[in-house]
Nanobody, 125 residues
Framework: QVQLVESGGGLVQPGGSLRLTCAAS????????MGWYRQAPGKEREMVAF???????????NYADSVKGRFTISRDNDRNTVYLQMNSLKPEDTAVYYC???????????????WGQGTQVTVSS
């Protein structure tokens, strides 16, 4: 099994910064895409950013338009960890943030998506 554990959420004032961390553990052969999604009350879950390890062409990162220029996603492949640096936070960034990882636990099994339990980010004065 694979576990994703997020940390780094909290309460921050508008304009402030937070850094989210998600560490994957368990029986992991390889991780391709790691990413962050968020869900605000009464809204659907949406993609925030993702970063891929295996890319045949183009950039290996992708961001939602609403966070471009403010958020930066990065990863440490040796630690199976993905980070989300969030700057210039706005009240509309308030949501539960979920980590996602596309993982292979065996060469005989297909890639499978795993999710973390979520971490609350609240932007308020």
């Amino acid at each position: 099994q694979v576990q994703l554990v997020e940390s780094g959420g909290g309460l921050v004032q508008p304009g402030g910064s937070l850094r989210l961390t998600c560490a994957a553990s368990g029986t992991i052969i390889s991780i391709n895409t790691m990413g962050w999604y968020r869900q605000a009350p009464g809204k659907e879950r949406e993609m925030v950013a993702f970063i891929s390890k295996f890319v045949t062409s183009g950039a290996n990162t992708n961001y939602a338009d609403s966070v471009k220029g403010r958020f930066t996603i990065s990863r440490d492949n040796d630690r199976n960890t993905v980070y989300l640096q969030m700057n210039s936070l706005k009240p509309e960034d308030t949501a539960v943030y979920y980590c996602n990882a596309e993982v292979r636990t065996s060469w005989t099994r297909p890639w499978y998506d795993y999710w973390g339990q979520g971490t609350q980010v609240t932007v308020s004065s």
